[in-house]
């Protein structure tokens, strides 16, 4: 059974940072791609970062330069570090397997104040 825990969301004032974690299991994670998205009320999810397999990673032109994703693959965790935060930041951050229609954690809620 896939199972993916976020963990790190929080209440932070603009310019400020924070790092999320997700710890998965149920997957043979060093050998998975894994992904963080984001949500707002009334809008769909939002790719926000990916890690693969072998490391490279890629981003979303709104966080690029201020956000990081990266993974530990003995701890089955992968990290977002975020930078810089802006109030359009604000979300619900998902950790993701498996891509759209893959799998996906409880979220964690991401507040930024101006």
């Known amino acids: 059974q896939v199972q993916l825990v976020e963990y790190g969301g929080g209440f932070v004032q603009s310019g400020g940072s924070l790092r999320l974690s997700c710890r998965a299991s149920g997957i043979r994670f060093r050998m998975s791609p894994m992904s963080w998205y984001r949500q707002t009320p009334g809008t769909p999810r939002e790719s926000v970062a990916n890690?693969?397999?072998?490391?490279?990673?890629t981003y979303g032109d709104s966080v690029k330069g201020r956000f990081t994703i990266s993974r530990d693959n003995a701890k089955n965790t992968i990290y977002l570090e975020m930078y810089d935060l802006k109030p359009e930041d604000t979300a619900v951050y998902y950790c993701?397997?498996?891509?759209?229609?893959?799998?996906w954690g409880q979220g964690t809620q991401v507040t930024v104040s101006s």
């Open positions: 890690i693969a397999s072998n490391g490279r990673t």
């Open positions: 993701n397997y498996g891509g759209p229609s893959g799998h």
